[in-house]
């Protein structure tokens, strides 16, 4: 089975930063593309950043300059920088990682940012 567990979520203030962790459990993380969505009160869940296994990465308009995904896959973790953060960001993150057809999801982190 493939856990994913997300950390480093909490409030901070508008202009502030966070930079969340999802631990991966599976035995092929190198080869995962891992990803990060988040879902905000009454809102369907968005696309936020994915990092492919060979280190390309894609982001929403949303957070492009703002946000950066990154890998250690010694560590089969993936994370999410997140910087000058706007109220607007406010919302579950959560971590993904497909492969071969299947995703996988974590259970997510609570972000949120007051003005």
């Known amino acids: 089975q493939v856990q994913l567990v997300e950390s480093g979520g909490g409030l901070v203030q508008a202009g502030g930063s966070l930079r969340l962790s999802c631990v991966v459990s599976?035995?092929?993380?190198?080869?995962?593309?891992m990803g990060w969505f988040r879902q905000a009160p009454g809102k369907e869940r968005e696309f936020v950043a994915t990092i492919f296994s060979g280190g390309s990465t894609n982001y929403a308009d949303s957070v492009k300059g703002r946000f950066t995904i990154s890998r250690d896959n010694a560590k089969n973790t993936v994370y999410l920088q997140m910087n000058s953060l706007k109220p607007e960001d406010t919302a579950v993150y959560y971590c993904n990682a497909q492969y071969s057809g299947s995703s996988y999801w974590g259970q997510g982190t609570q972000v949120t940012v007051a003005s």
């Open positions: 599976g035995r092929t993380f190198s080869r995962y593309a």
